[in-house]
């Protein structure tokens, strides 16, 4: 495998904004979930993992399910984080890392694919359909996602399919 991220914290540079400043975005990242549970006695590290999961939501990365929404609101009205991180623990997108639009050749050529990587996957949903497929690292002999800051990325990696079967997903 080409990337080994088991951080808990990583800062990327994402480039210039429209106004020409630079910033940094500041966000934890796990291959496993269950790490989080290490961090809920941290003040810090709580503020932290609500900060970046309040904004998840709020950007529609994390789909809340609508059984959950009440208790999550209910936490943040009382200020409750570290109950509030561990409700969204089931929530669909939670703990996976977006990396955005991509193209790719799967299911087809050309489809335009949400692209996140964690929980030992990548995870690819088709905007449309919502169908998504997980693609486990552990079967990735390398994988590249590349592009400018602006315009549509290209993801492409080298699948072990079965036995064999090494086939270059792009």
Known sequence: VCVVCVCDVKSAERGRSSEGLR???????????????????????????????????????IVVPENKKQTLQTYKDRGSKAEFIQTLDEA?????????VVDSSFPEKGTLVECRVGAYCLRLTDPKTGGSARFFIQRMRCWKISGELGERLTLAFHYLKSKDNLEWIV
């Open 23 to 61: 910033f940094q975005q500041l966000r934890r990242h796990f291959w496993d979930n269950a790490l989080v549970k290490n961090l809920l006695h941290d003040k810090t590290a709580i503020n932290l993992l609500y900060v970046q999961a309040s904004t998840d939501i709020k950007l529609k990365r």
């Open 92 to 100: 669909d997108g939670y703990g996976y890392e977006y990396i955005g």
